[in-house]
């Protein structure tokens, strides 16, 4: 696995080593041993999956209590996948990420607790797998406004992005909850 820096240092793009041929390939998405010899000792307790149409926005999401860290990946399609820093003290507050993942490029991207998720379908459609640290919490759950001039996204659209209702009515990040 190769671990490539992004914008956030927390926010990890992860290359995993692929074997292919003329049948297809293998790689190998997740090794405990592997991941804590990069420092990421990580307990994952829930693997989710959704299928998106292109266009499709969901995000951006964040647990204010069990927070959780997300190591997410496409299976088919492509995706535009963001991390926001959004932990009140940090250097980095409202600061942004965005990297393509995709069935080809295989990448996957760490989003530790504190940062706020969202991305956008690329692909007529798209598979997006994520595993995370913490069970999903609906009562905790809090969504920032995939649009706030205040964080500035540059997401790549054209037009207008399918959105969940409670995507449409996201807070911005001047009013957010958000952590510590």
């Known amino acids: ?20 041929d003329a049948r297809g390939f293998f790689m190998e998405s997740w090794n405990r041993k592997t991941f804590a010899g990069l420092g990421l000792d990580l307990d994952f307790v829930q693997d989710n999956h959704s299928r998106s ?62 940062f706020g998720h969202g991305f956008v379908v690329l692909s007529d459609t798209a598979d997006f797998l994520y595993k995370a640290t913490e069970y999903y919490a609906p009562e905790h759950e809090r969504c920032v406004r995939w649009n706030d001039p205040a964080i500035g996204i540059a997401w790549p659209l054209d037009g207008e992005p399918a959105l969940s209702g409670k995507d449409k009515v996201g807070s911005l990040l001047q009013g957010a909850e958000v952590y510590p």
């Open 1 to 20: 696995m190769k671990v490539i820096a992004t914008d956030l240092p927390e926010v990890l793009l992860i290359e995993p080593k692929v074997f292919g």
């Open 53 to 114: 149409g292109k266009g499709v926005l969901r995000g951006l999401h964040y647990q204010l209590h069990q927070p959780q860290g997300k190591l997410v990946r496409v299976s088919s399609g492509a995706v535009y996948d963001v991390a926001v820093d959004l932990r009140r003290s940090s250097p980095r507050f409202g600061k942004w990420t965005g990297h393509e993942l995709s069935a080809e490029n295989h990448h996957m991207l760490w989003i530790p607790p504190g």
